[in-house]
């Protein structure tokens, strides 16, 4: 999913402004401020939850609606729309839930089992343009409609009744649980998307509803600022202690900064020269994320970087401490994996995931240099490689894609590296288009399980836009996902990050950790280490 914060390079001259800011004095007492102010690090697109997954979208959606089950303080799942967490039957391949009554959507409308069916079957109809049908997998059909076998008609959910939801399985899944709470699971008000058409619905304020705490207003679809007012028609009133919560698209870390230091923000995410001069402020929250920023290598057929000892060199000659101690310089970690730190812990070996299965990424340019000679070889060719990195239009990923720029055409000879930003949309037409050698990406988990990061990397995944192809990988993963075993299991993913680590299938570049300045009043927000902050449950005190 979706994006981040903003690097600012800020003049020295400022810096003393910056650190002498401080924390926010807050002019509203704990009983009258009633509004949240947030940012965004990019706009708002859409709020369909079935054919985009992007960071705005889900963290408005988090805020906005909820799904069968939503996760607690603690990052475990609990009971949203339906009644219970229900235990599985039919040797854990089905789970029959019953939706609470009081659940309504924020028009009136009750929220029914079959806003569920409806939802997941359009997040896997072809004719919606869904991009994040992977994550279905291990649901009854799922990897058969989308290998293009069956009808999205046939996944393995039904509405057995107005209120009774069946749900079943391929095979057991450890992770269903925590699954079911990412956002596109949620359910969608079958009769309010076909009274707006399903082209129209989650492109504008007025055509959107919600069943959460909140409801998305001043929003047309193009605009920057956005407020989410409470939902009268919330079962759980008595939980919600804010009236109201506004957005506004911040894109660097000065900016945000400054609206923090103004009281104009909240909670505000800052990197770069920006964070590192604050590190010591009072307000600032370090916010520890399952996320991973790498690089996307295209390996379409034609493409340079197919060849792999090609990659690899990329790779060897990047400097990720100097990356993430003098451009990012926000607490982030050099990545060394796919999968980030504190994920998820190897219960048959105690070990972090990601740790046990880490890889060196210390610099060596000498190897790089013979590796890009001998790929040049293998790939016969001759002259100068054109390499183009693509990037959205944020000052971190600028600010990112330089210095691997330089680092790429200071340590290889023959080979010119040009960069492109552009806005989000336009990225993903070029990412779907080819049009790329190294594509700026991320992966922030949507559940603690290593499985959801490296399910994406399996052929054909409409999030694997490098087109990374490995039968022995893929087989792997698969694998994983069928087993009952729990040995078995651990041990499918740890050799699955080894294979993709030894093709050089992406380039890690680093482990995301957030730095926020947070208004000291405020309480309540969970900060899921997987997932979305949910701000729903938040106050002042």
Same mark, same amino acid.
């Given at each position: 999913?979706?994006?981040?914060? *903003?690097?600012?390079? =800020? ?42 997954? $992007? ?38 391949? *089905? ?15 009750? /929220? ?20 994040? $049908? ?25 509405? $057995? ?59 047309? %679809? ?7 007012? #409470? ?12 009236? +109201? ?26 990197? %770069? ?34 060849? #792999?000892?090609? #990659? ?50 210390? =610099? ?37 894609? *330089?210095?691997?720029?330089? +680092? ?13 930003? /552009? ?53 792997? =993963? ?12 651990? #041990? ?8 993709? !680590?030894? !093709? ?27 997932? *979305? ?9």
């Amino acid at each position: 999913m979706k994006k981040r914060w *903003q690097l600012s390079l =800020v003049l020295a001259v400022t810096l003393p402004l910056l650190a002498s800011c401080g924390a926010q004095s807050q002019s509203k007492s704990s009983s009258t401020k009633k509004t949240l102010n947030l940012m965004q690090t990019s706009d708002l697109t859409t709020l369909d939850s079935t054919n985009q997954a $992007t960071l705005p979208e889900f963290s408005t959606l988090v805020n906005t609606t909820e799904g069968l089950y939503r996760l607690n303080h603690k990052d475990q799942p609990v009971a949203a729309m339906a009644t219970k967490v229900v235990k599985p039957t039919k040797n854990g391949t *089905q789970y029959v839930f019953h939706i609470r009554k009081q659940a309504k959507w924020s028009n009136g409308d009750p /929220v029914l089992a079959s806003d569920f069916e409806y939802a997941w079957k359009r997040a896997m109809n072809p004719a919606n343009k869904p991009v994040y $049908t992977y994550i279905f997998s291990g649901i009854k059909n799922a990897d058969k409609i989308n290998a293009g076998k069956l009808s999205y008609k046939t996944l393995g959910i039904k509405a $057995t009744g107005k209120r009774t939801l069946k749900i079943t399985l391929d095979h057991p899944m450890k992770s269903f649980n925590k699954l079911v709470t990412v956002p596109v699971f949620m359910p969608q008000d079958q009769k309010f998307v076909q009274k707006v058409g399903t082209k129209a619905y989650g492109t504008t304020a007025a055509n959107t509803v919600s069943n959460g705490a909140f409801r998305i207003t001043g929003w047309t %679809g193009t605009n920057d600022t956005y407020t989410l007012k #409470r939902n009268k028609y919330y079962y759980d009133q008595k939980a919600i202690k804010l009236n +109201q919560i506004k957005y506004t698209t911040v894109k660097d870390a000065n900016t945000a900064h400054n609206l923090f230091a103004d009281n104009k923000l909240d909670d505000a995410t800052i990197t %770069g020269v920006t964070a590192k001069s604050l590190q010591n402020d009072k307000s600032v929250k370090h916010v520890s994320k399952a996320w991973t920023y790498y690089l996307q290598v295209n390996q379409r057929s034609g493409q340079p970087l197919k060849n #792999r000892k090609l #990659r690899e060199a990329l790779s060897l000659v990047i400097n990720r401490q100097q990356l993430t101690k003098n451009i990012l310089a926000d607490g982030s970690k050099p990545a060394s994996s796919f999968v980030s730190p504190g994920t998820a812990t190897d219960p048959t070996t105690g070990k972090d995931f990601s740790t046990e299965t880490s890889y060196s990424t210390k =610099v060596n340019i000498a190897k790089a240099k013979k590796l890009w000679a001998a790929g040049l070889k293998e790939a016969k060719i001759k002259g100068t490689v054109n390499l183009k990195i693509v990037g959205d239009d944020q000052d971190v990923t600028k600010n990112v894609a *330089q210095f691997v720029q330089k +680092q790429i055409e200071q340590h290889l000879t023959h080979v010119n590296v040009a960069i492109k930003n /552009v806005p989000d949309k336009g990225l993903q037409t070029l990412k779907s288009s080819g049009s790329f050698s190294l594509s700026q990406w991320y992966w922030l988990a949507d559940f603690a399980d290593p499985i959801n990061y490296l399910g994406v990397l399996q052929t054909g995944n409409t999030m694997n836009s490098g087109h990374f192809s490995d039968r022995q990988y893929d087989k792997l =993963v698969n694998a994983a996902k069928k087993t009952n075993n729990t040995k078995q299991y651990w #041990r499918y993913l740890r050799q699955a990050e080894r294979r993709l !680590q030894s !093709q050089a299938g992406i380039i890690p570049l680093y482990y995301v950790n957030e730095t926020h300045l947070v208004n000291q009043k405020l309480a309540g927000v969970d900060y899921h280490s997987g997932g *979305q902050a949910d701000y729903t449950r938040a106050y002042f005190n």
